[in-house]
C-alpha cells in the first residue's frame, strides 16, 4: 500500500514525529487537467468518457466576484486579528454561494494536510463501489485494530475490534464521528488505480505512494462537497445519502460553535494534524440557508489548536451573519 494512503488511513492525524514539509506560496492555477476556459467559464469535465459523452464535473468564474468583497476584507481582517496573538501562523478561506457561483478565496495558494476531510473521498468512492457493484455497503468486514497509538479528536462509540460490520456501518462511524480505525478499515478495501481515477475526475492532483504527506489548498479541498452537491461524480440517491451524512457529523467545535441557530442543516467534515513545530485544524461545509446554500472551507495551522478552533468559529459565525442580515433594498 503506498505511503501517503497509509498515513490517510490513520485520517491525518500524526502523533508529532512526522516530518513538516515546508510549502512555498503559489498562485491560483486552473487545473491543466480536464479544463477549458471558454468564454471566461472554466469548465472541469470527467477523465474517462463515452464516444459520445463527457461528464461535465463542475464549472467557475475565472474571477472572483466583486459584490463579496467587503466579506473578503472583513475575513481577512478576523485572520489578521488572530495571527497577531501569535498562536496562529497562517489561514486560508474560500466561500461560495452555491447557486450563484460567486466566490472569494483568501490565502488560497497556502497547501495543508487535510487530514480528516479525506474522510469525504473516502465515502465517494465506497458509494461509487456500491453504484457500479449493488449491495457494496452491505458486505461485512471484521475489524482490525489499524491506528494503534493514533492521537485524534474523537466523540462517539467505539468500533468492536473482531467483530464484523458493513461497510456502511463503518462509513457511519467514519463521517459522524471521525472513527480514525473505521476509516483504516475503509480504506484496506481501495483500489488504487480506481481511487486515482476519481481523484482526477474531481480535479486534485494524485500524490506520489512515495510521499510522505499530501496537501491541497482550499480551493482543491471545497471541491470534495462541490462535486456532491452537483451530482457529478455519484449519482442521486448516493450524493444525497452522502451529504445528509455529513450533516449528522457530531463535530461542533469549529465553524459551528459560536451560532446560535442549532436547527439549520450543515452538511461538514473537520479535520486536524499534529506535527513537531505545527498543528492544523481545519473545517469544509455547506450551510444550508433556506434557499441559499454557501460552501465555506477554513483551513488553518499554527501552534495552538484551540485558537485555530476559535478562528474557524468566528470565520463560521461572521459568514453566518452576513448570510442572515436583512439585505438592503
Not at 471566461?40 to 475565472?62: Q, W, Y
Request: net charge neutral.
Amino acid at each position: 500500500m503506498p505511503l501517503w494512503l497509509v498515513i490517510l488511513i490513520c485520517a491525518g492525524i500524526g502523533t508529532g514525529t512526522f516530518f513538516l514539509y515546508s510549502t512555498k506560496k503559489m498562485e491560483d492555477q486552473p487545473d491543466s487537467l480536464n479544463i477549458n476556459n471558454n468564454c471566461g467559464i472554466v469548465l472541469m469535465r470527467a477523465n474517462k468518457h463515452g464516444e459520445f459523452t463527457r461528464s461535465l464535473i463542475m464549472a467557475d468564474t475565472p474571477n472572483e466576484s466583486n459584490d463579496l468583497l467587503d466579506l473578503k476584507n472583513n475575513i481577512i481582517e478576523t485572520i489578521n486579528n488572530a495571527e497577531v496573538g501569535g498562536g496562529i501562523t497562517r489561514a486560508s478561506v474560500y466561500y461560495r454561494v452555491v447557486e450563484s457561483g460567486k466566490w472569494i478565496a483568501v490565502n488560497s495558494g497556502e497547501q495543508f494536510s487535510i487530514a480528516s476531510i479525506m474522510k469525504i473521498l473516502t465515502m465517494i468512492y465506497h458509494l461509487r463501489q456500491n453504484e457500479q457493484n449493488p449491495g457494496w455497503l452491505n458486505k461485512k468486514l471484521k475489524v482490525v485494530d489499524l491506528t494503534q497509538g493514533n492521537i485524534q479528536t474523537y466523540d462517539g462509540p467505539k468500533l468492536e475490534v473482531g467483530k464484523e460490520y458493513s461497510i456502511e456501518e463503518l462509513m457511519k462511524h467514519m463521517i459522524r464521528y471521525s472513527n480514525n480505525n473505521a476509516t483504516a478499515n475503509l480504506n484496506s478495501l481501495i483500489n488504487f488505480e480506481q481511487y486515482r481515477s476519481l481523484m482526477e475526475d474531481i480535479g486534485i492532483s494524485v500524490p506520489d505512494p512515495k510521499a510522505a504527506d499530501y496537501t491541497l489548498n482550499c480551493v482543491e479541498c471545497s471541491r470534495f462537497l462541490r462535486v456532491l452537491y452537483n451530482t457529478s461524480v455519484l449519482n442521486i440517491k448516493s450524493s444525497e445519502y452522502a451529504l445528509k451524512l455529513l450533516t449528522e457529523c457530531t463535530y461542533q467545535g469549529g465553524l459551528l460553535r459560536q451560532i446560535a441557530d442549532k436547527k439549520i442543516k450543515v452538511a461538514h467534515k473537520f479535520g486536524e494534524r499534529f506535527y513537531t513545530n505545527e498543528n492544523q485544524l481545519h473545517e469544509t461545509s455547506i450551510f444550508y440557508l433556506n434557499d441559499n446554500p454557501y460552501l465555506l472551507t477554513v483551513l488553518t495551522a499554527g501552534k495552538d489548536t484551540a485558537q485555530e478552533a476559535v478562528l474557524i468559529g468566528e470565520i463560521g459565525a461572521l459568514v453566518y451573519k452576513y448570510n442572515t442580515k436583512p439585505k438592503a433594498n
